[in-house]
């Protein structure tokens, strides 16, 4: 059962990462940004991101989190990515202003 709950989730990232990397705001330049955003938007938006404001201890928290849950992170990046999101999404940086989407009536 687990073996066909993972090709599920793998079927719906491939599915839906492509629709959600489309939609993705541009991460900030860096020599990470390019591996960021690969293993970041393989299964949401990089919106997600841009909303955090997180210190480096919660940064490697969530960066340790993904990667068990599978996002394909090399071990030798695992501290540039911390270091690119504490760095561009510290806690005391304003947050990024999101556009607000409404659905619409049909």
Not at 4 to 16: D, K, S, T
Not at 53 to 81: C, H, N, P, Q, Y
Request: hydrophobic share 40%.
């Amino acid at each position: 059962m687990c073996r066909h709950r993972n090709v599920l989730v793998a079927l719906f990232c491939l599915c839906f990462g492509a629709l959600l990397h489309a939609q993705s705001l541009d991460l900030p330049a860096g020599p990470t940004q390019a591996k960021v955003t690969r293993a970041c938007t393989e299964c949401h938006s990089s919106q997600i991101i841009v909303q955090q404001r997180l210190s480096k201890g919660a940064w490697t928290k969530e960066v340790d989190k993904m990667i068990k849950w599978g996002a394909v992170v090399e071990a030798a990046d695992r501290d540039s990515f911390i270091e690119y999101l504490s760095s561009n999404f510290p806690p005391d940086k304003a947050p990024e202003s999101m556009p607000r989407t409404t659905a619409k009536n049909h």
